[in-house]
């Protein structure tokens, strides 16, 4: 923002700051200078401002900062309320349909001015600041905007239909002519003013021609408002319009600095065009919502002396905030109390004011050291783990994918789970699929959906993978991410037709991708555990879906597609699917391992098939065989699961394989069969099991 230093004086006491004060206190209190420009008799500065101060788009807001730091005393602008004549009611009506986007609107009415140029003074200011004078009642709207940051339009009365003047959503393909003299087509969702006709501008951003005020006006309508930043910010960058009102509107104007602004604007109209033939109107009107209340922020001296480093009396924070403009109390106990005033929205917690206490007193006064000790973990780590996670998933004949993050809303509610909402954008920008997808599967059935029309074909099935963000929202309205791996296989078919068995062998094998990645991520010791449960959305049969547990906590779900999704999709190929949150593999890595000497003597591995119920889990034989602490074992490895019809119905055959090692000499079988044997034992009275030969 261009200021001038002559300007930024007028309201300062004493109003002595010269250009070299002002670059250092600002940019000391986080406004630096980008540029300083010398005029005769002047200085422009260009101070950049932050999104979150749009109180400081003005010189009153930066004559505060400065006042606050140096002591100084702010000397805001003073004026008289002329006289008022015939209620403004009898000449101009107000309807605003939309208090939603427009907290607040007010308008007053001047009648019998002279329009003209401006008087020297007022030229002057404006053109330190790079604005060009136009006549002396636009001119004043200008310098309004930049004294006080309360950006305001003027309407010529007798070009309005009515007379009137309505907030309203824009009609479809409603036309505007706008200061600029560019004819715009609107939207319905984009904010005009209007008469009883047609749209007379763009609200929050530009005005139209067709009520622009000329040297031929004689009554004036004042426009003070303020809206809602999105749709400011919408118009503006849909039509490529950059006005010093949109970009003040876009950071908040507050509703409760309009009547100050307000009869500002009017007192100088008055002043410096006249309004001898009735003048300025009674009253005012006004449409919108009930104006917000107060905020009461506290905060506790010794927190802030915690956080800033370096002890502030307490009656200083008192004299810095109040400087600030914050009403401050001193409460019981270690606590102050500040009632934050309307043009500073961006103040609502305890680290806010914080904050200010720390940049009114000067950041400088934090010490800083030569050295400064600092442990920096390995800054690959997790880089590394996703290496690894694409290096196991692609040797395992997985194709990575990278799919678009949003679904339609239909699809998205498909894979939504209990107790949690679907998080859309403004449907305008995403029409088709506005909604964030909260699960990666629908993106991976779509996937499979255009292999399987672009009549790809891969020996075993298309397997595919991806890792990336879910997003959905709570009942409270949170959103809720969380960055996760997706599995999609399609189920290997024996023959030409699917067989259940088929099915089974499918979830099998997705089973031990993900037992793999947690070894990979985690070492030989890592498990995962599996357990049959009720799908949590549509997308999985209800008869083969199973949580995945790591380290005891629920981290996911595999399981077949449905037949209903199946459909969805338009699939003619049975699949398996599964998603797991990533975070809690990603953990794990570096797998942690250990090294020893190899062994002096030979081992002996015997392999051992068990035939069990079809119910019984390979984790449950392995606890059986850990349980025992078989004398000399060292090793116990999952072989493979055998179902046929020499087994039985129900039944499978599970063959383990058994290491046994002594540190000191060569093993005989004599010493190895009792072991096996009350293995055997013990899985025949806990299992059921019966050895196959």
Wanted: hydrophobic fraction near 40%.
């Amino acid at each position: 923002m261009d200021i001038s230093l002559n300007w930024l004086n007028r309201y300062l006491e004493p109003g002595d700051v010269d250009a070299d004060e002002a670059d250092r206190v600002l940019t000391a209190a986080g406004f630096p200078i980008e540029a300083r420009q010398d005029l005769p008799g002047d200085v422009r500065l260009d101070v950049e401002i932050t999104s979150n101060r749009g109180d400081c788009l003005s010189h009153l807001g930066l004559a505060r900062e400065i006042a606050a730091v140096t002591g100084r005393t702010l000397r805001p602008p003073a004026f008289d309320d002329p006289p008022a004549h015939d209620p403004v009611g009898r000449f101009l009506t107000l309807r605003n349909t939309t208090p939603e986007v427009c907290p607040l609107f007010t308008a007053r009415l001047i009648r019998g001015i002279r329009v003209g140029p401006s008087p020297a003074w007022l030229v002057d200011l404006l053109e330190s600041v790079g604005q060009r004078s136009i006549n002396t009642v636009v001119d004043v709207t200008n310098f309004l905007t930049i004294e006080l940051g309360n950006p305001c339009h003027v309407f010529d009365l007798a070009r309005l239909a009515g007379p009137s003047l309505v907030i309203r959503w824009a009609k479809p393909d409603e036309a505007l002519t706008t200061l600029d003299g560019k004819a715009r087509t609107l939207r319905p969702d984009e904010l005009v003013v209007a008469d009883a006709d047609r749209a007379q501008s763009l609200a929050g951003v530009i005005g139209g021609r067709d009520a622009e005020v000329t040297e031929a006006t004689t009554d004036v309508v004042l426009e003070m408002a303020t809206w809602d930043p999105v749709t400011v910010r919408r118009a503006a960058r849909r039509h490529a319009i950059r006005t010093d009102a949109s970009h003040r509107f876009e950071r908040i104007v507050d509703p409760r600095t309009i009547d100050l602004a307000s009869r500002r604007a009017a007192a100088m109209i008055v002043e410096l065009a006249g309004g001898h033939e009735g003048g300025l109107c009674e009253g005012v009107l006004v449409e919108g919502r009930d104006l917000p209340e107060t905020l009461a922020v506290s905060m506790r001296p010794s927190r802030c002396n915690a956080i800033v480093g370096v002890p502030t009396p307490g009656d200083e924070m008192v004299r810095v905030l109040d400087r600030l403009g914050l009403g401050v109390e001193q409460t019981a106990g270690d606590e102050l109390t500040c009632r934050i005033p309307p043009h500073r929205p961006d103040l609502t917690r305890e680290i806010d004011l914080i904050e200010e206490v720390a940049r009114i007193t000067g950041m400088d006064r934090i010490p800083t050291h030569d050295r400064l000790s600092v442990v920096v973990p390995h800054p690959q780590e997790s880089e590394r783990a996703m290496r690894e996670v694409g290096v196991l998933l692609t040797g395992l004949g997985f194709y990575e994918t990278t799919t678009f993050s949003f679904v339609t809303p239909e699809r998205a509610r498909m894979f939504l789970e209990p107790g949690l909402e679907i998080l859309a954008v403004d449907a305008e920008r995403r029409r088709e699929a506005p909604t964030l997808r909260p699960s990666l599967l629908p993106s991976l059935l779509a996937c499979r959906k255009a292999n399987q029309d672009a009549s790809v074909s891969i020996p075993g099935g298309v397997r595919l993978f991806e890792t990336a963000g879910v997003f959905a929202q709570d009942s409270a309205g949170q959103t809720v991410e969380q960055r996760r791996l997706g599995l999609f296989m399609d189920v290997p078919a024996q023959g030409t037709k699917v067989s259940d068995e088929d099915r089974q062998h499918a979830v099998r094998l997705l089973r031990g991708v993900i037992e793999a990645l947690a070894r990979t991520m985690g070492g030989p010791a890592a498990r995962i555990r599996l357990v049959p449960t009720e799908p949590r959305t549509r997308a999985y049969d209800p008869a083969a879906c199973a949580r995945v547990e790591l380290r005891g906590s629920d981290v996911g779900r595999i399981g077949l597609i449905c037949a209903d999704m199946l459909r969805e999709f338009d699939l003619s190929h049975p699949v398996v699917a599964g998603e797991v949150a990533l975070d809690p593999f990603v953990e794990m890595f570096p797998p942690g391992s250990r090294a020893h000497a190899l062994p002096a003597h030979p081992g002996i591995e015997r392999d051992l098939s068990l035939v069990v119920d079809e119910s019984v889990a390979w984790e449950r034989i392995a606890r059986l065989v850990r349980d025992r602490r078989l004398e000399l074992c060292e090793g116990l490895e999952f072989v493979g699961t055998y179902r046929g019809r020499q087994i039985g119905r129900g039944r499978k055959s599970v063959t383990m394989r058994l290491r046994f090692c002594a540190p000191d000499r060569t093993l005989r079988h004599e010493e190895v069969d009792p072991q096996i044997s009350n293995l055997i034992e013990a899985a025949a009275s806990e299992l059921g099991a019966k050895v196959r030969a």
